[in-house]
């Protein structure tokens, strides 16, 4: 693809205090790769090196809020604690050099297990009932103070990323983790204000994270939320079924405060209600902005014929031709668009997009290594 073609991906984009040289986003991969839970040089350069790159907004992998067991491998790094913080200063002290954008994703893992440790954290796991999945019992029911201290968490680290500099926050509202498992009736069946029959009295938690959120980072300051129907405990799950029940779950949380909604899908470019709009239909991100009006990121196999989860398997991936993406993008169904394992494999992916260039494939043995 010529780089006139792929000009959509290339115009700037604005919200609120957050101003963007392009549509390209980062997005935020797990490494697990943060000794003790500090960012270190490591971290910083290959964090530098994506802004080198030309990508828009780095969203940084997982990082976790001050709360016992928020993580569930040794490496993931804290957003947490003086020397923590020291660490993602230097982060993005060093991306705002090379010309990029950034924000920390935060994020705490809820009961799941990592599939490629044994390691556990040595105080008790806590999730909505003390379930990992439906009927799969782990962990502990948290209780109205614990949910109170976690809802404060989020809103701590919000705070100190924009004290740090970070141009925005995401938080990690999916794929059956904390925040997804409060949305998710398998694994909420909480009694109090905080479960419910309806994907929107489980939106509850979520909307005072995103509230608090607001309150400390004051109203000019963007916030993302990821989330997702898929879960990693079971890829098939759909919170909401139709556009009525998608409006039920985003909507409280865009009037909480959310002002990007980043949709997570193993493939952009398929439709979240084919019934409804044929098989050309508009994606989870489409539909979202749809529904709530607000900024949508997609995400999702750009530029590659594998799927991310065959990565965990030791599969590489072909690079794919983007036509499908600057369509969407150009008749307007998201606004952003999130680019994973290219960027793993390389850094100067977006240059490369944008001039013209060919195009790696993803080399499953890079997620071995930071480079």
Known sequence: MTSQAADVLFRPFRLKSLDLKNRIVMAPMTRSMAPNGIPGAANVAYYRRRAEGGVGLILSEGTVIDRPASRNEPGIPFFHGDEALAGWQAV???????????????WHVGSVNSPLTEWEPASGIESPSGLVAPG???????????????????????????????????????????????????????????????????????????????????????????????????????????PDAMTDWLAPLVDAGVDIIHCSQRRFWEPEFPQIDGEDGLSFAGWAKKLTGAATISVGSVGLSGDFMGAFGGESSSPAGIEKLVTRMEQGEFDLIAVGRALISDPHWARKVKDGEPLNGFEAAKLAELA
Not at 140 to 151: G, L, N
Not at 227 to 239: G, Y
């Open 136 to 242: 799969m019992r782990r962990g502990a029911a948290m209780s109205e103070e614990a949910i109170a201290d976690t809802v404060a968490a989020f809103a701590k680290a919000a705070a100190d990323a924009k004290r740090l500099g970070f141009d925005t926050v995401e938080i990690h509202g999916g794929h059956g983790y904390l925040i997804d498992q409060f949305f998710w009736s398998a694994t909420n069946g909480r009694v109090d204000r905080y479960g419910g029959a309806t994907i929107r009295e489980r939106s509850r938690f979520a909307a005072e994270v995103v509230a608090a959120i607001r309150a400390a980072v004051g109203p000019d300051y963007p916030i993302i939320l990821r989330v997702s129907q898929w879960k990693l405990q079971d890829f098939a799950v759909r919170l909401a079924e139709t």
């Open 92 to 106: 993005i002290d060093s991306v705002h050099a090379a010309g990029g954008k950034m924000a920390p994703q935060i």
